[in-house]
Each structure stands twice: as C-alpha cells, then as structure tokens.
C-alpha cells in the first residue's frame, strides 16, 4: 500500500490487520458515549477513553470530537472545526496530507463515519471506515493493545478550507421545505423520527417532509455493513434525488447515510451539522409527529 488516494469509504479487517506496521496508515478510534439525561431533553457527552485505554487497535490514537475536532458553542455539541482545529488535531494524531486514515469506533459506528466525513470535508479524500469496527476486530482475535496511546511522530498538515458543498445548515433545509427537489433523509431510530420515545432534543418527531433511514439498519449484526444489493434495496427511492440532506440529533449518525450513499455513487450529499439540536430547540421551525 502507498500513499494514493483510497478509493473506497471501507476496509476489512483483515486488510487493516495485514497494514498495521505500515508507516502510511494511521489508525483513529474517535469513540463518544451519550447517556441520555433524565428528562430526555438531551445527552450528556462522554469521550470513550476509558474504553479505548482498556483495548484498541495496535497503534491508534484516540479523538475526543468533542473537545478536539469540534467549534466550540454555546447551545451545539460537535459543530465542524476551523480549519485550524482540524489541522493542529490531525498533526497530534501523526497525520499529513498524503496520510491514509482509518478510522473506527468502539461504540456505534457512526462515530467513525463521522470523523470520514470531516476529514471528507477538509479535503482529507484518502480515509475510509473500519468495517465492523473494533467489536468485529475484538471478535477475530487481532491483536490489541491497553493504555494510554503511543505518541505519534511528527507531521505537518496543511490548512484547508472546508467544503461547503458537503454542509447543510438550518437556511439549506428551509430551503427544500420550500419545494426544492431534495431529499431529506433522518438517521435517527424509527421511535425517535414518530415522536414515540427516545432523545428528542427540545421537541419530540422529526422536521417535514423527512423520510427515516436509520443509521442502526445500515450495519449488520456483526457491525459490518450490509452489502451493496441490499443498501440499493434501502436507498433505492433515495437514489432518484438529485441532492440529499441527511439529518439527526447532531450530525453524526446522519454521516452513517452520507457514507453509504457515498458507496452507491451518489456524490451530491449533505449532512445537516446542527441537526435536531438546533431544529427542535427552535419554536419557529415546523416540526412533524
């Protein structure tokens, strides 16, 4: 493997396990935990650390998105960094620009897609996701490695502005309610897009006109991805959009659609960065149930 552009949004394990020792691949486990709080309103944000100190893939280092990899505000949890933030966090972990990085999570694999998708964003083309992720990983038997991670070597990364194109905000989805031919795709469980329980982020259901593809239903049991036949089968309507704005409680689950649809050939996809949690907590804004 050398340093050209990965073309593809997924690894096996076994392509990782037989890449481990080489220098142009740097690994990332980007794991978050979100315990709901009591009232439902929202969560509580809690990087995977610890899970990451008791195992991880020989050689990854670890993304706090929260504190790392996100702008900080006042209301939003894991709004896109500056181009700064990215950069500075990327010359941490041992990352520069011709790097290929995997990435991969120890709790739901949108944790993974998403940091895909920022990386996508900043220009960062050559990264794909861990099919299966650590849970397949830890299944097979491959090697593992406990504590703190190893410090990485020095590298330097260029700053890059990032791509607009694949961002939606708040105007973009007003936008389609408008009557524009998008499609507006939510990520979230089935109970959460009906209103019926789950984090509903200030307003129980789902901003109109959505449909619901949960990210839970992209993945197999195993954690891996289901195959393209029946992804085409899930997405099939989907594909007839000439653009698409994926959405859920803070744009993370929603990269789980932007990945496949990325796997199916649809480029013109954009998620939805603040998601519910600016939608919902807006009294404005129209929300259906």
């Known amino acids: 493997m050398t340093s050209q552009y990965w073309p593809k949004p997924l690894v096996s394990t076994n392509w990782l396990s037989n890449n481990l020792d080489n220098p142009k691949v740097k690994i990332i486990d980007s794991s978050t935990l979100l315990p709901p709080k009591p009232d439902f309103s929202l969560y509580d944000v809690v990087p995977a650390l610890d899970d990451y100190k008791a195992g991880h893939i020989p050689g990854a280092q670890f993304i706090d998105i ?143 006109r959505s449909i619901n593809l949960p990210a839970l239903e992209h993945v197999n049991e195993d954690n891996t991805f289901k195959s393209i036949e029946e992804l085409k089968k899930i997405f099939a309507d989907t594909l007839l959009n000439e653009e698409v704005i994926t959405y859920c409680g803070g744009g993370i689950a929603a990269t789980s659609v932007a990945l496949v649809l990325d796997m199916l050939g649809h480029k013109n996809v954009k998620v939805y960065d603040a998601s519910l949690t600016e939608w919902a907590s807006d009294e404005t804004l129209p929300m259906d149930v």
């Not at 504190?67 to 520069?96: D, K, N, V």
């Not at 070597?153 to 936008?175: F, G």
């Open 66 to 208: 929260e504190h790392e990899l996100s702008t900080p505000h006042r209301h939003f949890h894991f709004m896109l960094p500056t181009a700064e933030i990215f950069a500075q966090t990327m010359e941490r972990c041992g990352i520069s620009d011709d790097t290929m990085v995997v990435t991969y999570a120890t709790t739901s694999h949108w944790w993974a897609t998403r940091l895909w998708w920022t990386l996508k964003v900043f220009g960062h083309v050559n990264v794909a996701v861990l099919d299966g992720g650590f849970q397949k990983w830890q299944t097979e038997n491959k090697p593992i490695e406990t504590g703190d991670a190893k410090s990485a070597p020095t590298a330097r990364y260029s700053l890059r502005e990032p791509n607009t194109s694949l961002i939606a905000n708040k105007e973009s989805v007003l936008h389609h309610l408008q009557g524009q031919s998008t499609c507006l795709i939510n990520a979230l469980k089935r109970e959460q897009h009906d209103g019926i329980s789950g984090v509903h982020y200030g307003r129980k259901g789902r901003i109109p």
